[in-house]
């Protein structure tokens, strides 16, 4: 018999489903920008294999949302408390980053550099990366922030330096996040598949 404590509460298999969606939104956002940036008769390609991998993860995100109708509501006082405190810290996180991209293209606005304005969005989502690490105690927000980040700094760069056209400077900053936001709905997948299969024995065992 499982305990409460064991339990997979709806909650957080939602959580999961949320998440995905939240990730095909991005993912073609940043692909969407990638794609203005690339020339050649091949330039929709990386597009086009987006779109199919977002359809990949709005199909998964329905499944674990019917899957988690099926589940009860979270009974335990210590993942009530963790809904909370990891609920309160993302809508400050995400109301930050918000906040943050618009006065960061302001700012390069303001300084002649409209150029910088993707890098700048870009570096924004990398960072914002590293205290969701914290608050989802996920070890995989560090790479996916690392890896931003980098792409967001030699973006500013190159842009700086004029070492690339401001077309591959999109392509290079937009496929660099797509493929985090790639990446991150590939693990919110995996991470959801195996709570369903634990949701799903937990029923068996009533």
């Not at 910088?116 to 989802?136: C, E």
Request: aromatic share 12%.
């Amino acid at each position: 018999m499982t305990t409460p404590e064991n339990n997979i509460p709806r909650e957080a298999l939602r959580a999961v489903a949320t998440g995905l969606l939240l990730m095909s939104v991005f993912t073609m956002i940043w692909s969407s920008i990638a794609n203005g940036g690339y020339q050649g008769q091949d330039h929709h390609l990386f597009l086009y294999l987006c779109i199919i991998i977002v359809l990949v993860f709005i199909v998964n995100s329905i499944k674990l949302f019917r899957l988690s109708s099926t589940l009860p509501l979270s009974s335990s006082d210590q993942q009530n408390q963790e809904k909370k405190r990891s609920g309160k810290w993302f809508a400050i996180i995400f109301g930050l980053e918000g906040i943050s991209i618009p006065i960061a293209i302001n700012i390069a606005i303001y300084m002649h550099h409209p150029e910088l304005s993707i890098p700048l969005m870009a570096l924004v989502v990398g960072l914002h990366f590293y205290p969701l690490a914290w608050v989802f105690r996920r070890k995989i927000d560090y790479f996916l922030a690392t890896w931003s980040c980098i792409i967001a700094i030699s973006a500013i760069y190159f842009s700086l330096h004029q070492t690339f056209s401001q077309g591959n400077i999109l392509a290079m900053v937009g496929t660099g996040l797509a493929l985090a936001t790639i990446a991150y709905g590939i693990y919110m997948i995996y991470k959801g598949r195996k709570m369903a299969i634990k949701a799903l024995h937990q029923q068996s065992a009533i």
